[in-house]
């Protein structure tokens, strides 16, 4: 089952469009989004909310429409913005309660056991917390009424290595559960190569792929070298290049390349700067 599925999905603002962009986000997987900034990515998942409304286009969240639906479909949604949309005044125990009183299947136990595990202190006011804590409580508060999906927009960003891996632990942990999904919007791009599924990359409004990771990664390949030597390489194989100073460098798909040929595995980002600049 999906647990997202974007359809043909158009948002026009003054100086800016959402294009048209098709996509799905299956059960049991995590979905890297990826695009720089302004490219759109949070604009998509205040669409799948509601917070904005969309010109044309459908979508959908476990095969029910997002308005039609809307009360049911939050419900089973966590969301966790780049920053904590809550009084800065609030501990996260009176947070708790709050959050009680909204989700009927608010969770406390476990909301507690989630603040012990990631060492945020209960009865400190949020506004003493660093960026670091700050983000755990947000996907703390997300987990806390038990969800299917989660909706996270640039949840590592300006966060430390050991907390971006607690929170990385965090998520394979929610994924234990099969009918569980994540939508992932980032531009810390190695945190994606570490969990991630599926690779969704949107570049000014429009959608350049949507396909599994491990076919990206391993079914490209990049070949450098001079000009003179690039002869080896099959024309219709190449998907982008560019120009270095020792010669040329080609994003190309191994299954057109001689299996002889020494070929680097990209990266996600190397995959992003080809698409963007690169392409033929």
């Given at each position: 089952?999906?647990?997202?599925?974007?359809?043909?999905v158009?948002?026009?603002?003054k100086?800016?469009r959402?294009?048209?962009?098709?996509?799905t986000?299956?059960?049991?997987t995590?979905?890297?989004f990826?695009?720089q900034?302004?490219?759109?990515?949070?604009?998509?998942?205040?669409?799948?909310?509601?917070?904005?409304?969309?010109?044309?286009?459908?979508?959908l969240?476990?095969?029910?429409?997002?308005?039609?639906?809307?009360?049911?479909?939050?419900?089973?949604?966590?969301?966790?913005f780049?920053?904590?949309?809550?009084?800065?005044?609030?501990?996260?125990?009176e947070?708790?309660?709050?959050?009680g009183?909204?989700?009927?299947?608010?969770?406390?136990?476990?909301?507690?056991?989630?603040?012990e595990?990631?060492?945020?202190?209960?009865?400190?006011?949020?506004?003493?917390?660093?960026?670091?804590?700050?983000?755990?409580l947000?996907?703390s508060?997300?987990?806390?009424?038990?969800?299917?999906?989660l909706?996270?927009d640039?949840?590592?960003?300006?966060?430390?290595?050991?907390?971006?891996d607690?929170?990385?632990?965090?998520?394979?942990?929610?994924?234990?559960?099969?009918d569980?999904?994540?939508?992932?919007?980032s531009?810390?791009?190695?945190?994606l190569?570490?969990?991630?599924?599926?690779?969704?990359?949107?570049?000014e409004?429009e959608?350049?792929?949507?396909?599994?990771?491990?076919?990206?990664?391993?079914?490209?390949?990049?070949?450098?070298?001079?000009?003179?030597?690039?002869?080896?390489?099959?024309?219709?194989?190449?998907?982008?290049?560019r120009?270095?100073?020792?010669?040329?460098?080609?994003?190309?798909?191994?299954?057109?390349?001689?299996?002889?040929?020494?070929?680097?595995?990209?990266?996600?980002?190397?995959?992003?700067?080809?698409?963007?600049?690169?392409?033929?």
């Amino acid at each position: 089952m999906n647990a997202i599925e974007v359809k043909n999905v158009t948002k026009q603002f003054k100086k800016f469009r959402l294009n048209n962009i098709s996509f799905t986000v299956e059960s049991g997987t995590i979905a890297g989004f990826i695009g720089q900034n302004g490219a759109g990515k949070s604009t998509t998942i205040k669409l799948m909310l509601n917070l904005l409304k969309k010109i044309d286009g459908d979508i959908l969240l476990f095969g029910k429409d997002h308005i039609e639906h809307e009360v049911e479909l939050k419900a089973q949604i966590g969301v966790v913005f780049d920053e904590l949309h809550v009084p800065e005044s609030f501990t996260p125990k009176e947070l708790d309660v709050l959050y009680g009183d909204v989700y009927p299947t608010w969770d406390r136990p476990y909301f507690d056991g989630l603040l012990e595990q990631l060492d945020v202190p209960k009865y400190d006011k949020i506004k003493t917390m660093s960026k670091g804590t700050k983000m755990k409580l947000a996907l703390s508060l997300a987990l806390g009424h038990r969800p299917k999906l989660l909706l996270l927009d640039e949840p590592t960003s300006g966060l430390d290595p050991i907390v971006r891996d607690e929170v990385l632990s965090m998520l394979q942990h929610f994924m234990e559960q099969e009918d569980h999904a994540i939508l992932f919007s980032s531009h810390i791009t190695t945190d994606l190569e570490k969990i991630a599924d599926t690779i969704t990359f949107i570049h000014e409004g429009e959608i350049l792929f949507s396909e599994n990771k491990d076919d990206l990664l391993y079914g490209y390949g990049i070949w450098k070298g001079t000009y003179e030597e690039a002869k080896v390489i099959p024309n219709h194989s190449i998907i982008g290049k560019r120009d270095y100073v020792f010669g040329i460098e080609y994003l190309v798909l191994r299954e057109f390349v001689n299996p002889v040929i020494e070929l680097q595995k990209p990266t996600i980002d190397d995959l992003m700067l080809f698409f963007v600049k690169g392409r033929k």
